[in-house]
C-alpha cells in the first residue's frame, strides 16, 4: 500500500470521529434526553404551592404554602408537617415510570379510563398559574404496578405499585405533629395538679419558684423540661369535634394544667387520663380549643414533681466572680475585701490572703448542692444553728446593706453538716457532706499564703535528719555535690535528693489546722519524732529551717509544723510529696 493509499484512509478515518463527535454524539443526547422517564419532569418542589389529593373512600386533602409555611386547608384547617409534604414534592419531582402505553396503542381502547381505573383518585400540584393533575389507577393484573396518567397527557405510565405508600391516607398523616410551641420569651409558668403544684417566674435572666415557697429554681431543670414539653409530639389525633364529650378523655376536671405565659400569649396544656388499652400514653388539649391529642405521658409526669425538685439545692446560685466581701463570723469575726486581683483582711494582719483559698471557698458553695432537712423550722438550736457554729456572708461590694447570701453552718454530725441559708430561706434546714466541712476557713489565720518557704537546692548547704532517736546529716562540698557527714552513714542518690529540696523549696500547706504551739501534742509530733532542719546561705547571711512531721490527718495527709511569726503552726503536709521526704529525708528503721 503507497503512502497516498495510507494518507486517505486516515482522512476518512479523521472524518469518521469528527462526525462521531460533533454530530452523532449530541444527537444521542438530545434524543436521551428526550426520553426522561420522570412523570413530573418539569416540577419544582421549592415553587410548588398547592396540593391536593383525592382518594377512593377518603375526604380530600388540600394544602396551600403561605410564606414558605404550609397550612392544611381541608378537610380542616390545621398547621402542616412542613418537612413531611417538602419530602413528598421531592419524591414525586423523581418518581419515574417503568413502562409506559402509547397514545397509538390506546387507539382501540375507546373505555381505557374506566379500564385502567382512572376517575376515582387524582393527585394535583400547583406552581403558581401552572398546574399538574395526576390520575391514579388500579394496580396492574401482574409485576406489582400501577397505572398513572397526567391529565392532558396523551400516554399511560406503569409504575412501582410502591407509589401509594407516599400518599397520605388522611390528612393526619400531613398535621404538624407539634404538641404546642413554647416561645422564648415565657417568663411564667405554673401548674396545678390535685391538691399541688407551683409557680416559676423568670425575672434578671433567672427563674424563681414564687410558689408555695420563694426560691431560685434549678435553671437547669426547668431548661431540661421545657425543652423536653416542647419536642413533645403527637402520637395520634384523637377527635377534632368542636364539642367533644371532655368527660370520656378525663378533660371535664383536668388531672394536671400547666400553663406558659409571655408577653403576648398565653397557652394552657390541660391533660387528662390515659388511654384504658395504652398508660403510657395520656389525653392532653390547649384550653379553649377543640382537637384532642394522645402524647406520651412521660414527658408531662416530669411536671407533677414536688415543687422542691425544681428548688435550687446550690449554696449560691450566682457566680463566684459577683463576690466582693465576704464577712466571717466562727472564731473570730472578720472580714476580706477583695481589691483587683487580691484580697485583704479589712482589719490589719500581717500576712498575705492566700488567693486560691478564697476562690476554693467561693467555688465550694458555687457547686456544692444541700438535702434538705426540715421545709419549717421553729428551734434551730437543736441543729446547732443559734448561734451557728459557722456563718458567711457575701456581699457585692464594700460598705453596702446589699447581701448575695448569708449562710450558715451548725452541727457537724456523722456524715454530714446542718446549713441555713438565712437571706433566702429562713425557716429552713437543709445539709451537707460533712467531709470538706473541717476545711472551711473560720479563723483569719487560715487565710493566710500557704507558701511555707521559698528557696532553691542550690541555697542548701547542710541537711540534717533526725527521727526516733537517730540523725543523719548530709553536707554539700565546695565542688556543690552531697555527702554525708562524719558519722553518719546511708544510700544517697544525689539526683533523687536534689529533687526532693525543690519540691520542699516551694513548699505549700494544703490547710492551715493549728496557730497555738500549746496543742502540738494532740498531732502526734512527739509520737513520730520527725525533725528535718535545713541550713539556707543566700549571700553572706545563714538561715536554718526546721519542719516537723506528726500524726496522720482524718484526710490521709500528714501533720507537720513549722515556725510562723514566733510560734510552731500546725499544717496538712501535701501526701505525695511525704512519700519523696520519707524516701530521702527520713531514716531507715532497723
Given at each position: 500500500m503507497n503512502s497516498k493509499t495510507t494518507w486517505i484512509f486516515v482522512a476518512i478515518a479523521g472524518l469518521v470521529f469528527a462526525f462521531i463527535i460533533w454530530v452523532e454524539h449530541p444527537a444521542r443526547e438530545k434524543f436521551n434526553a428526550s426520553r426522561s422517564t420522570k412523570i413530573f419532569s418539569g416540577m419544582d418542589p421549592k415553587t410548588a404551592d398547592h396540593l391536593e389529593i383525592r382518594g377512593a373512600g377518603h375526604r380530600e386533602i388540600h394544602a396551600q404554602r403561605s410564606n414558605d409555611s404550609w397550612v392544611l386547608t381541608s378537610p380542616l384547617t390545621y398547621p402542616a408537617a412542613n418537612a413531611r409534604i417538602q419530602n413528598f414534592l421531592q419524591d414525586l419531582a423523581e418518581l419515574e415510570w417503568q413502562a409506559n402505553i402509547t397514545a397509538e396503542e390506546l387507539s382501540d381502547q375507546p373505555k381505557a379510563q374506566d379500564e385502567f381505573g382512572f376517575g376515582a383518585a387524582s393527585l394535583t400540584v400547583r406552581q403558581g398559574a401552572k398546574e399538574m393533575k395526576l390520575l391514579i389507577g388500579t394496580n396492574t393484573p401482574v409485576g406489582g404496578q400501577i397505572y398513572l396518567k397526567i391529565v392532558g397527557g396523551t400516554g399511560i405510565y406503569l409504575v412501582d405499585s410502591g407509589f401509594l405508600k407516599f400518599l397520605p391516607q388522611s390528612a393526619d398523616d400531613w398535621r404538624d405533629p407539634t404538641l404546642l410551641r413554647i416561645p422564648e420569651s415565657v417568663n411564667l409558668i405554673k401548674t396545678r395538679f390535685g391538691n399541688s403544684g407551683f409557680t416559676l417566674s423568670h425575672t434578671n435572666q433567672s427563674w424563681r419558684m414564687t410558689a408555695p415557697q420563694q426560691a431560685h429554681a434549678d435553671e437547669s431543670k426547668v431548661a431540661e423540661l421545657l425543652k423536653k414539653t416542647a419536642a413533645l409530639s403527637v402520637t395520634r389525633f384523637e377527635t377534632d369535634l368542636a364539642s367533644p364529650d371532655l368527660e370520656t378523655f378525663g378533660l371535664q376536671t383536668p388531672e394536671m394544667e400547666i400553663s406558659f405565659t409571655s408577653p403576648t400569649n398565653v397557652l394552657v396544656l390541660q391533660v387528662g387520663r390515659s388511654p384504658t388499652n395504652d398508660p403510657t400514653q395520656v389525653f392532653v388539649r390547649l384550653q379553649n380549643k377543640s382537637p384532642i391529642f394522645r402524647v406520651a405521658r412521660e414527658a408531662l409526669d416530669s411536671w407533677r414533681s414536688s415543687?422542691?425538685?425544681?428548688?435550687?439545692?446550690?449554696?449560691?446560685?450566682?457566680?463566684?466572680?459577683?463576690?466582693?466581701?465576704?464577712?466571717?463570723?466562727?472564731?473570730?469575726?472578720?472580714?476580706?475585701?477583695?481589691?483587683?486581683?487580691?484580697?485583704?483582711?479589712?482589719?490589719?494582719?500581717?500576712?498575705?490572703?492566700?488567693?486560691?483559698?478564697?476562690?476554693?471557698?467561693?467555688?465550694?458553695?458555687?457547686?456544692?448542692?444541700?438535702?434538705?432537712?426540715?421545709?419549717?423550722?421553729?428551734?434551730?438550736?437543736?441543729?446547732?444553728?443559734?448561734?451557728?457554729?459557722?456563718?458567711?456572708?457575701?456581699?457585692?461590694?464594700?460598705?453596702?446593706?446589699?447581701?448575695?447570701?448569708?449562710?450558715?453552718?451548725?452541727?457537724?454530725?456523722?456524715?454530714?453538716?446542718f446549713v441555713r441559708r438565712r437571706d433566702e430561706y429562713p425557716d429552713t434546714v437543709n445539709s451537707i457532706q460533712g467531709e470538706i466541712f473541717p476545711r472551711l476557713p473560720r479563723a483569719p489565720w487560715q487565710f493566710r499564703d500557704r507558701r511555707i518557704w521559698n528557696f532553691v537546692p542550690d541555697e542548701v548547704h547542710q541537711v540534717t535528719i533526725r527521727e526516733k532517736g537517730r540523725e543523719r546529716k548530709m553536707i554539700r562540698n565546695p565542688h556543690g555535690d552531697w555527702a554525708f557527714a562524719p558519722g553518719s552513714q546511708g544510700i544517697l542518690n544525689p539526683l533523687s535528693f536534689d529533687e526532693t529540696l525543690v519540691r520542699l523549696g516551694a513548699l505549700k500547706a494544703v490547710f492551715w489546722v493549728s496557730p497555738d504551739e500549746k496543742n502540738l501534742d494532740l498531732f502526734g509530733f512527739k509520737t513520730a519524732d520527725h525533725r528535718i532542719s535545713l541550713e539556707i546561705k543566700r549571700g553572706q547571711k545563714t538561715e536554718m529551717l526546721t519542719l516537723d512531721f506528726g500524726d496522720l490527718t482524718e484526710f490521709g495527709t500528714r501533720y507537720a509544723s513549722v515556725p510562723l511569726d514566733g510560734a510552731r503552726t500546725v499544717f496538712e503536709f501535701p501526701w505525695p510529696q511525704f512519700f519523696e521526704v520519707q524516701d530521702n529525708l527520713g531514716i531507715p528503721q532497723k
Open positions: 415543687p422542691t425538685n425544681f428548688v435550687d439545692r446550690h449554696l449560691i446560685h450566682f457566680p463566684p466572680a459577683n463576690v466582693e466581701q465576704i464577712e466571717v463570723r466562727g472564731a473570730k469575726p472578720f472580714v476580706l475585701q477583695r481589691h483587683g486581683n487580691s484580697w485583704q483582711m479589712s482589719n490589719t494582719s500581717n500576712f498575705v490572703v492566700d488567693v486560691e483559698i478564697v476562690r476554693d471557698i467561693l467555688n465550694f458553695f458555687s457547686r456544692t448542692e444541700v438535702q434538705l432537712e426540715k421545709d419549717v423550722v421553729t428551734d434551730f438550736a437543736s441543729y446547732g444553728l443559734a448561734p451557728a457554729a459557722i456563718s458567711y456572708t457575701l456581699r457585692p461590694a464594700a460598705l453596702t446593706n446589699a447581701i448575695l447570701a448569708q449562710i450558715e453552718f451548725g452541727t457537724n454530725q456523722t456524715g454530714k453538716v
